[in-house]
């Protein structure tokens, strides 16, 4: 059953951070009409939550009208995922409540500006996250982190949890780094070996939940599987510009390669697999059936 609806409308981004190959001025783009048309189909699908991502969606100029629309057709929850730059302005913020923002999902790189802004190539990055973080949270929405998982950050991971936790951040959701269409930062792809530790420890760090995405349950110790998430429950549909759509699951960033030995695996009904490009990077040693 559809419940979600990731709509990208764009890839233009005031960020340029490592590794991701989205963000770009010149790149294919939805009009109102073509994003309007995507929450009716969706809404006649069943879907209620929407899910605004980018690129940086704050950067369009119809955001407003976009929010207000998809409040009107029905859907109940608007979730916008940012780099929280925009929403340090307290005007800005305001418009998008008043529109219909619900929560938000803000996208963090460290526990420090060094990191942080060394990661998004963009100084002074990080003091506006946190100054966005605090407004949010005096109007009560919701908030979580989406962290992009890097090898020169991994140990930060306890550290970002306990921090923004502390301000307000209801859950944190870990992703994998992936240079699949960025070899050159390919020294970047932390093994999954190397990273399990640092996110055992930030699972440990407070009692906020902590879900760590493209991680095969088979890396992950029985004691903290509550971090293991499951692409088709989240029931979502992305939309993409030039009319690309797929569900969650069906996304090689998810997951999708199998090993011969997986199939002795008693999580293998559960799992979502192994990227291709992570395999081919760090070889399968890794992951051997439970």
């Avoid at 990661?119 to 949010?136: H, K, M, N, S």
Wanted: aromatic share 8%.
């Amino acid at each position: 059953m559809l419940k979600w609806l990731e709509i990208t409308p764009d890839y233009r981004c005031n960020n340029r951070c490592l590794g991701c190959y989205s963000a770009r001025d010149d790149g294919p783009a939805m009009t109102g009409p073509e994003v309007l048309r995507a929450m009716y189909d969706a809404r006649r699908q069943g879907a209620s939550s929407l899910w605004l991502g980018g690129g940086e969606p704050t950067l369009r100029r119809d955001l407003f009208a976009i929010v207000k629309a998809a409040r009107e057709i029905g859907f109940d929850r608007v979730k916008l995922q940012t780099n929280g730059m925009l929403l340090s302005y307290p005007d800005f913020l305001k418009r998008c409540i008043d529109a219909g923002v619900t929560e938000v999902n803000f996208a963090i790189k460290g526990a420090c500006a060094e990191t942080h802004d060394r990661l998004t190539q963009t100084p002074g990055c990080f003091e506006l996250l946190l100054r966005a973080i605090e407004a949010v949270r005096k109007h009560g929405l919701p908030m979580e982190g989406d962290v992009l998982v890097y090898k020169s950050s991994m140990n930060e991971l306890p550290d970002v949890v306990r921090l923004f936790s502390e301000r307000g951040l209801e859950r944190f959701n870990l992703w994998l780094l992936s240079a699949s269409l960025a070899p050159e930062l390919t020294a970047e792809v932390p093994k999954l070996s190397e990273v399990v530790p640092f996110i055992l420890r930030a699972m440990d760090a407070t009692n906020v939940p902590v879900t760590s995405l493209h991680t095969p349950p088979c890396t992950i110790p029985a004691t903290h599987h509550a971090c293991l998430f499951q692409p088709a429950e989240l029931g979502l549909l992305v939309v993409n510009p030039g009319g690309e759509s797929f569900l969650l699951e069906e996304s090689p960033m998810e997951g999708g390669s199998f090993l011969e030995r997986c199939g002795q695996c008693s999580w293998r009904p559960r799992c979502s697999g192994i990227r291709a490009e992570y395999l081919a990077l760090h070889g399968d040693l890794e992951f051997q059936p439970q």
